[in-house]
């Protein structure tokens, strides 16, 4: 069973510059969520779909941060203008359905750095 | 609100010696709680879990974990460390009212075992 997919690995830019963050998950599983981890903490939830909706976004910044997952599958993660604190490891995680016990399986995350 | 302790950021050990990486948890009603491990530039990687029943829950690798409700701990624990166990070591909680399953994850605990 192939894992969750992510790309790019690492992505380096400059402060105020955009990018922008792609997630495959695996296949099936309905809820796709986005947290990103800053060196020395444990991962911090931005986002969570149920299949292509929204159910908690209450830790996005967004009036910087915006996520979507068209067609409940895959989901990009944009930030625009990134800060120097947004430099961090971005991981991507999916489970067969939210509102269960299920575990989550992650990918192996983008590096960013923000100069 | 439901949070996380880890009140080590680095545990060492010997290799062959007991490993325990603590784990306490404050949540308003029950519990699920969840050990994940991450290898370098890699994803978080699921160990095992608590949802009900026997308080001793049996994981991947050798690892085990005991849930004690009248201490709030969930500590993981392996008889015999190997080198290849050394990695970052994150517990998470969720409330089980929580129809969205979100997770909270501690800091996380380094692990280093030594040969």
């Known amino acids: 069973e192939a894992g969750v997919a992510q790309s790019p690995r690492y992505k380096i830019i400059e402060k105020r510059q955009s990018v922008a963050f792609w997630c495959n998950p695996i296949?099936?599983?309905?809820?796709l969520y986005w947290y990103q981890q800053i060196l020395g903490q444990g991962p911090k939830l931005l986002i969570q779909f149920q299949n292509n909706g929204v159910v908690d976004d209450s830790q996005l910044p967004k009036d910087r941060f915006s996520a979507e997952r068209l067609k409940g599958v895959d989901s990009t993660l944009k930030i625009q203008p990134a800060k120097l604190e947004d430099s961090a490891v971005y991981l991507c995680?999916?489970?067969?359905?939210?509102?269960?016990?299920?575990?989550?399986?992650f990918g192996p995350g983008t590096r960013l750095t923000v100069l | 609100a439901q949070s996380v302790a880890q009140p080590e950021d680095q545990v060492n050990v010997a290799e062959g010696n007991p490993l325990t990486v603590k784990c306490t948890y404050s949540?308003?009603?029950?519990?699920?709680l969840f050990w994940y491990v991450q290898y370098p530039n890699r994803g978080l990687q699921f160990l095992l879990k608590y949802i009900t029943g026997d308080n001793l829950v049996k994981g991947s690798y050798g690892f085990e974990a005991e849930f004690n409700k009248s201490q709030t701990s969930f500590h993981l624990k392996k008889p015999s460390a190997l080198v290849s166990d050394s990695a970052l070591y994150f517990c998470a909680v969720r409330k089980t009212t929580d129809s969205w399953g979100k997770l909270q994850f501690g800091a996380g605990t380094q692990v280093v075992v030594t040969p």
């Open positions: 296949s099936g599983h309905a809820t």
């Open positions: 949540v308003s009603g029950n519990p699920y």
């Open positions: 995680a999916s489970s067969l359905a939210a509102g269960t016990y299920n575990e989550q399986f």
